[in-house]
């Protein structure tokens, strides 16, 4: 059998991308054939994306891109934190933005139907999965092209938001990182989903009847922790992050812009994460050993 030598591994990497154990391993295994570890790995990193496509992803980043008036929001999953700062990883969901703003697919499938560099978003990103050995998965976006202006902000690689707006630039950003910061989820109180209204009422019911105050009392202080809620959750009517003594929608007024609509992704917001018993997991592997 042919020595294994470094400039190999690193030519049989230079060519198939995969980490440079995995291109030593294929190469032992081919006997040195080049042509034939290529194929080993096209095998091996073939199999490590499906096996890994049933893996929780609920780390990951969000992306923005903005030209002009169009733009996208992107959220794309991974299974660690650590790979969220991979810089393939990275340059992926960048690349994934600009396709939505550009090419305007339908949904997250037709997303994966479109070409970069050359090939599909879905053999790319199965071969990242290859190279990297972790599922990933784009979960949503959202492109803006409605004619308006669009600020965004990035608060690190985990919450992204897109902002609507006519006006002030400078306003329009200051509103971006304050969505970041205190998370609205409607633009004014009348705008809030009703099943979060319910939801908040059936608390503030449950809280309100422990009192043992007559029922008219109750009553009162449930509509009073109602609205109390929809003023903490709507954009116009939260404190301004930059000016406790402004409302958003006082500075908006005061700097003569609009907001039209918002978009805000926190990265695996709603997913379930799996949650890891080390102890089990080693103790389950040694017991495979021994039963070996």
């Known amino acids: 059998m042919p020595a294994i030598t470094a400039s190999m591994v690193a030519d049989l990497r230079a060519k198939t991308d995969a980490p440079m154990m995995e291109c030593k391993k294929a190469l032992t295994e081919a006997d040195g054939d080049m042509a034939k570890a290529e194929e080993i790995l096209r095998v091996k990193l073939g199999s490590k994306a499906s096996k890994a496509a049933s893996r929780v992803t609920a780390e990951g980043i969000v992306?923005?891109?903005?030209?002009?008036?169009?733009?996208?929001?992107?959220?794309?999953?991974?299974?660690?934190?650590?790979?969220?700062?991979?810089?393939?990883?990275?340059?992926?969901?960048?690349?994934?933005?600009?396709?939505?703003?550009?090419?305007?697919?339908?949904?997250?499938?037709?997303?994966?139907?479109?070409e970069i560099d050359g090939q599909t978003v879905e053999v790319k990103r199965s071969a990242l999965i290859g190279k990297i050995g972790e599922n990933m998965a784009i979960r949503r976006f959202k492109r803006f092209a409605g004619g308006g202006?669009?600020?965004?902000?990035?608060?690190?690689?985990?919450?992204?938001?897109?902002?609507?707006?006519?006006?002030?630039?400078?306003?329009?950003k200051d509103v971006a990182m304050h969505v970041a910061a205190m998370k609205p989820v409607a633009l004014s109180s009348d705008q809030v989903p009703a099943d979060l209204i319910e939801k908040e009422r059936s608390v503030a019911t449950a809280k309100a009847a422990e009192s043992g105050k007559p029922a008219d009392i109750v009553t009162k202080m449930v509509e009073g922790s109602v609205q109390k809620y929809l003023k903490e959750v709507s954009l116009f009517n939260q404190t301004f992050v930059k000016n406790d003594k402004q409302t958003v929608e006082q500075m908006l007024k005061a700097a003569g812009t609009t907001v039209k609509g918002f978009t805000l992704y926190v990265v695996g917001e709603?997913?379930?994460?799996?949650?890891?018993?080390?102890?089990?997991?080693?103790?389950?592997?040694?017991?495979?050993?021994?039963?070996?």
């Open 63 to 114: 992306a923005a891109f903005i030209d002009g008036t169009t733009g996208a929001l992107i959220e794309l999953n991974c299974e660690t934190d650590f790979v969220s700062k991979n810089e393939d990883f990275l340059a992926f969901g960048k690349q994934l933005a600009e396709l939505v703003a550009r090419q305007n697919p339908a949904d997250v499938a037709a997303l994966s139907a479109l």
């Open 149 to 172: 202006k669009l600020a965004s902000y990035l608060h690190g690689t985990r919450i992204g938001v897109v902002v609507e707006y006519d006006g002030d630039d400078v306003a329009a």
């Open 270 to 292: 709603g997913i379930e994460k799996k949650v890891d018993d080390f102890a089990a997991e080693v103790a389950a592997q040694v017991a495979a050993a021994k039963g070996q």
